[in-house]
């Protein structure tokens, strides 16, 4: 089962707010690639948390009682640590994620195969529709 949300153009618009009212986690430890996610997720309405830089930092903000979050995206690889932990913090709260990342679908271990995966460097109608996907769910 493929995982991945592609699009045709990569250059697909989403709408200006399709994330409206959205509680989101970023989790990325690029500085530049965390701050475009941010950007973007908050161009379609979305409030974001984080970036976290670090599976102790998103760990921690999990840990903080932030409000109740839709969903996550998530890089796998953060200054060589997996994110896992997060992810499954994340699924005993009931929180959907998906993984942003250059990493094949097949580097993801079985139990979170089911979250969408967007390649990297994400677009920002790729990610919306990766998001819709795991709320209509």
Do not use: H
């Not at 045709?8 to 989101?24: F, H, K, N, V, Y």
């Not at 599976?55 to 640590?81: C, F, K, Q, S, T």
Request: net charge negative; charged share 25%; proline share 8%.
């Amino acid at each position: 089962m493929m995982n991945e949300v592609s699009s045709s153009t990569g250059q697909e618009a989403a709408p200006p707010d399709s994330l409206r009212g959205r509680r989101l986690l970023v989790v990325e430890d690029e500085y530049m690639i965390a701050m475009e996610l941010v950007r973007t997720l908050e161009e379609q309405g979305a409030e974001v948390f984080g970036p976290a830089g670090s599976v102790e930092d998103a760990l921690g903000l999990l840990e903080e009682g932030l409000p109740p979050l839709d969903a996550a995206v998530l890089d796998i690889n953060l200054r060589d640590e997996r994110v896992y932990p997060v992810a499954e913090a994340l699924a005993a709260r009931g929180v959907p994620f998906v993984f942003a990342t250059g990493y094949d679908s097949a580097a993801i271990p079985a139990p979170y195969s089911s979250a969408p995966r967007c390649e990297k460097p994400v677009d920002r109608a790729q990610l919306a529709r990766a998001l819709a996907r795991i709320w209509s769910r």
